[in-house]
């Protein structure tokens, strides 16, 4: 990308376009196996093929978003986005459902990709990726709420999709085209915090599964479980994407004042006694209030860990990769949620994945307390013996920029010590000052000069 950040706005739109599939995958879901005639299995594994395509554009395209420039890979992913979910939403057959639906996906994955590398070259990443989960939950809330009373069958998610995909094609002229790079600046440098990047990845495939686990057969729990029809299931979702609206503003507007470890490690602990809460619920108020305080914290737990991510390599790359092991765990996610419910029931399931969740914490927690850095905030940050150096720089009128905004994370301070000769003074070269206009002080002017 750029060394210049660019405008938000048509980051957040491709953003938007991109994860919208993962988001309304609880409808694609029920809707399959309703009206295409799928078991709960059958249709979650339709959903896991849709989301590996789009894990499989994300990895293809880790580091390579700079060489070829964001605006071409995002037109291609909007296209196929597109043609694939227009083309399984007009298909009766299963064959071309599941073929439209991996085109899709490879489609969303590359929007993703792209606007994962963009995030990751802003000035504060970790409010871009705020706003594009916060327009995304909109956007699926907003459909949460339409599509039931619509009809439709299968047909209407992949269509709504689509549209979206289709309305957000103007904002990519806003991107920028190719940047070209020098030979001391090679499109595949080797990538910054390996260790911590791989913990990284590996904590966010396997937190997304469990989450996802979950969400793929919330509806069926709705139906089956609780007893309520596709109307009320939709409007809790819609109210549950609403308060996910509300948990991610909170968390913009916190930023890194607590660091990322306190937001993603109490955040995991809440999400898995939710995930419990919500699988064992036997009546209208407990799965409302499981899902509710579940989509409450998930995208505020999220939206850090997209914003760690981008913190570990300013070109993205991190960004990117771990997006896509996240997506492959939200890929497998519908899969293991529809066989431990079948074998084991939706109890058992909860308390299954709230335990993964739980273990998966730590790690992800360290990586953040490894690489995240303390908040800068008043007091935070001082010199020996003086004042805050954020507070220095307010009431001095330091040059805007020399100094870290309050919130962002604090530079480590390296002490280096310098060899000093030091030389002996010479006892001729100091006189006796005399009287103002003396010859003593002539003298001392005299030999100050001589130096």
């Known amino acids: 990308m750029s060394s210049r950040p660019r405008a938000a706005w048509p980051l957040v739109a491709v953003f938007t376009a991109g994860y919208l599939a993962a988001y309304l995958l609880p409808t694609i879901v029920g809707r399959l196996s309703v009206y295409l005639g799928l078991s709960t299995a059958q249709a979650g594994l339709v959903g896991s093929a849709l989301l590996l395509s789009s894990a499989t554009a994300g990895f293809t395209l880790a580091g390579r978003v700079e060489t070829y420039g964001p605006r071409r890979p995002a037109r291609i992913g909007l296209v ?3 043609v694939g979910y227009g083309c399984a939403a007009l298909a009766g057959s299963v064959p071309l459902v599941v073929m439209g639906a991996m085109i899709g996906g490879l489609g969303s994955g590359t929007a993703t990709a ?8 802003q000035r504060d990443p970790h409010r871009t990726s705020s706003l594009g989960l916060l327009s995304v939950s909109a ?3 907003a459909l949460y709420l339409t599509i039931p009373h619509l009809g439709g069958g299968h047909r209407l998610p992949f269509a709504s999709i689509a549209l979206v995909a289709l309305l957000v094609w103007p904002a990519t002229a806003r991107l920028g085209g190719v940047t070209p790079t020098g030979p001391a600046a090679p499109a595949a440098g080797r990538l910054p915090h ?12 396997v937190w997304s599964m469990a989450q996802n686990a979950l969400w793929g057969v919330s509806s069926r729990i709705g139906v089956s479980q609780v007893g309520l029809s596709e109307v009320t299931i939709g409007a809790v979702f819609a109210a549950a994407l609403g308060a996910g609206l509300l948990g991610v503003m909170g968390a913009g507007m916190l930023g890194a004042r607590l660091g990322r470890a306190v937001p993603i490690g109490m955040g995991t602990v809440i999400i898995a006694a939710s995930i419990v809460l919500s699988s064992s619920a036997g009546n209208l108020g407990q799965f409302a209030t499981g899902e509710i305080l579940w989509n409450t914290v998930y995208p505020v737990v999220l939206s850090y860990l997209i914003g ?3 913190s570990l390599d300013v070109r993205g790359r991190w960004a990117v990769l ?26 058992v399931m909860g308390l299954i994945l709230g335990a993964v969740t739980l ?3 730590a790690p992800v927690t360290a990586v953040a307390l490894h690489t995240g850095g303390r908040p800068l905030v008043p007091g935070s940050v001082r010199r020996r013996g003086g004042a805050p150096a954020a507070l220095l720089a307010v009431t001095t009128g330091a040059v805007p920029g020399a100094v870290p905004k309050l919130g962002a994370p604090e530079q480590a301070v390296r002490e280096i010590s310098l060899p000093v000769r030091r030389r002996r003074p010479v ?7 005399g009287p103002a206009g003396g010859a003593g002080q002539s003298n001392a002017y005299a030999s100050t000069s001589d130096r």
């Not at 792209?114 to 070259?121: E, K, L, P, Q, T």
């Not at 006892?427 to 000052?433: I, S």
């Open 322 to 347: 771990a997006g896509s092991a996240s997506s492959v765990g939200v890929a497998c996610g519908p899969v293991l949620g529809s066989v431990l419910s079948e074998q084991a029931g939706y109890p």
């Open 427 to 433: 006892r001729a070269a100091f006189r006796t000052a």
């Open 139 to 141: 956007t699926a809330g």
């Open 80 to 82: 196929l986005a597109m």
């Open 308 to 310: 760690l991510a981008a």
């Open 359 to 361: 273990l998966v914490a």
């Open 114 to 121: 792209v606007a994962a590398a963009g995030i990751a070259a």
């Open 194 to 205: 390996r260790r911590s990047g791989l913990v990284l990845a590996g904590g966010m495939l």
